[in-house]
């Protein structure tokens, strides 16, 4: 082998590496190019890609990775679609969301679960509750850290459906900190982002978190 990049040896261009925002990826995802890929994963780790139980398994991994990583062709509007008027001035929140998603450094999921609540505006405006759990997916549906995709389903929520306030709490437990690494399973990472009243009010994000932890 030369003294090359890996990558250069194998003649892979990059055309669109490091210059996507999240979101922003246009056209299907490659699989034949991720295909290749785990081909060479597997080679690499001293197996043959030709034998019975491996034959497949590229395409399947190139099909897995489209359907997990869907969300980078997503934006939050194409599912947070139905607004309906109520009277309610209320929280609404829905909890124990499931959600898998994939450690940006080690592309192995992390998952657990989701807990999504709002104060609908003066408008009384609310949404469809399961367009929250589809918003939960279009960012969990990506590499990710857990804090980035709890702030961003808290702006998204806040910017689409103009709600007076949003609370998003996460719980997850990571893969790569319990099968590997520190190997800790069971441990859980918490993270949360509160967004307007949420944020300036005490009481009201006090009441939102009895809602979510008071009867556990
Ligand atoms: N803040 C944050 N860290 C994460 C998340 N997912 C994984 N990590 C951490 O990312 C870090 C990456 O650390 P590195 O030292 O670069 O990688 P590493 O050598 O594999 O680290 P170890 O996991 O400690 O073996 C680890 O501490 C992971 O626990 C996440 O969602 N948020
Ligand atoms: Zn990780």
Do not use: W
């Amino acid at each position: 082998m030369s003294d090359k990049p890996v990558a250069d040896q194998f003649e892979l261009d990059r055309p669109q590496a490091g210059r996507l925002s999240p979101g922003s990826a246009t056209g299907p995802v490659d699989q034949a190019r991720i295909e290749h890929a785990v081909r060479e994963i597997l080679i690499a780790v001293g197996e043959d890609p030709e034998r019975d139980g491996l034959a497949d398994t590229p395409a399947r991994v190139a099909r897995m990775y489209a359907e997990q990583f869907a969300g980078l062709r997503q934006r939050p509007e194409d599912v947070l679609t139905t607004v309906f008027d109520s009277e309610h001035d209320e929280i609404v929140l829905v909890r124990d969301i499931e959600i898998y998603s994939m450690c940006e450094h080690h592309l192995v999921p992390f998952f657990g679960k989701a807990h999504i609540g709002y104060i609908p505006n003066e408008k009384g405006e609310i949404t469809g509750l399961s367009k929250l759990a589809r918003l939960a997916d279009v960012y969990a549906r990506r590499p990710q850290v857990q804090e980035r995709m709890t702030c961003q389903i808290a702006d998204a929520l806040m910017r689409i459906i103009e709600p007076r306030g949003v609370l998003v709490v996460l719980e997850c437990e990571h893969l790569c900190m319990s099968m590997r690494g520190v190997r800790k399973p069971g441990a859980k990472t918490v993270t949360s982002a509160v967004r307007g009243i949420f944020r300036k009010e005490a009481r009201t994000r006090a009441e939102a978190m009895s809602l979510l932890f008071g009867n556990r």
